[in-house]
C-alpha cells in the first residue's frame, strides 16, 4: 500500500497563501498521478490540480493562476503553493495517488482543512 500524510492546512484571510504538503511512502512514488482533491460541506469532492509522473500539471478554472502544484520524486513529496484564498477555497483538502499502470489503484490521504476567512 502507499500510505498519504496531508499537512498545512489552518485558517487564514483572504488573500493570503498556504502551501499544503502531501509526503507519500510505501510504493515506488514515481509509477503514481498525484493530485489534491478538496470537499466542502455539502457538495462533492472535486479535482483541484493533479501532476502526473512526466510532471505535466492541470488545474480547475477556479485555481488557475492561484495555485501551484510540484512534486519531488527524490523526497516523496507532492505540494500545493495556494496564493490569493478566496473563501470558496474553504474546504477538506485531500492528496491521491493513482497508478499509471494500474488506475484502479488509487490512494488517498486523510485530509487538511483548510479555512479561509473574508
Known amino acids: 500500500q502507499v500510505q498519504l500524510v496531508e499537512s498545512g492546512g489552518g485558517l487564514v484571510q483572504a488573500g493570503g497563501s498556504l502551501m499544503l504538503s502531501c509526503a507519500a511512502s510505501?510504493?515506488?512514488?514515481?509509477?503514481?498521478?498525484m493530485g489534491w482533491y478538496r470537499q466542502a460541506p455539502g457538495k462533492q469532492r472535486e479535482l483541484v490540480a493533479s501532476i502526473n509522473n512526466t510532471g505535466n500539471t492541470n488545474y480547475a478554472d477556479s485555481v488557475k493562476g492561484r495555485f501551484a502544484i510540484s512534486r519531488d520524486v527524490a523526497k516523496n513529496t507532492v505540494d500545493l503553493q495556494m496564493n490569493s484564498l478566496e473563501p470558496g477555497d474553504t474546504a477538506d483538502y485531500y492528496c491521491n495517488a493513482r497508478h499509471v499502470w494500474y488506475p484502479a489503484i488509487s490512494y488517498w490521504g486523510q485530509g487538511t482543512q483548510v479555512t479561509v476567512s473574508s
Open positions: 510505501g510504493r515506488t512514488f514515481s509509477n503514481f498521478d
